[in-house]
């Protein structure tokens, strides 16, 4: 059969059922993946499984600083309150204390400062997680006096 008889009458080119059976690719595609395809997928997934166990070290480094943080700021609140209790008008100067929260010991350091108004006085606390009182961990700002409502 040459070429001519090979058209249909739609002018496409008839291939017979040998020709079909010798380009069919489907037949002879590789079946799963080549080593090197499997290698790239681990690394790849070897990576990500590295970044994900990083940020989870790190969130986990954050929550125990946000843990220590919030205890500072109720210690800085005790002080500021027990100082407004004990005192309407609390006498200037500097005051150290420590104050047991949380199964540890913080470190205060409380500063009373005149005002412009002399029935009122500003109380600043620090916190402190060590007794060399380096690096506060808390700071709060307070006021007190007789126009201050407790």
């Not at 040459?2 to 002879?28: K, L, M, Q, T």
């Not at 690394?43 to 940020?55: E, F, N, P, R």
Request: glycine share 8%; net charge positive.
């Amino acid at each position: 059969m040459c070429r001519a008889e090979r058209r249909s009458a739609a002018g496409n080119f008839d291939v017979s059922r040998h020709a079909a059976r010798r380009f069919d690719f489907r037949r002879h595609a590789p079946h799963g993946f080549t080593l090197l395809e499997v290698l790239i997928a681990l690394v790849v997934l070897a990576l990500a499984l590295t970044a994900l166990v990083h940020a989870a070290g790190v969130s986990v480094r954050d929550f125990g600083g946000l843990r220590e943080r919030s205890y500072a700021g109720w210690v800085a609140a005790n002080v500021v309150t027990e100082a407004r209790l004990k005192e309407r008008l609390p006498a200037p100067g500097r005051r150290d204390g420590q104050q047991r929260l949380a199964g540890r010991e913080w470190y205060w350091r409380l500063e009373v400062a005149d005002t412009q108004d002399p029935r009122i006085r500003r109380l600043d606390v620090q916190v402190f997680a060590d007794l060399a009182r380096t690096d506060p961990v808390a700071q709060l700002t307070g006021f007190a006096g007789d126009s201050v409502q407790p």
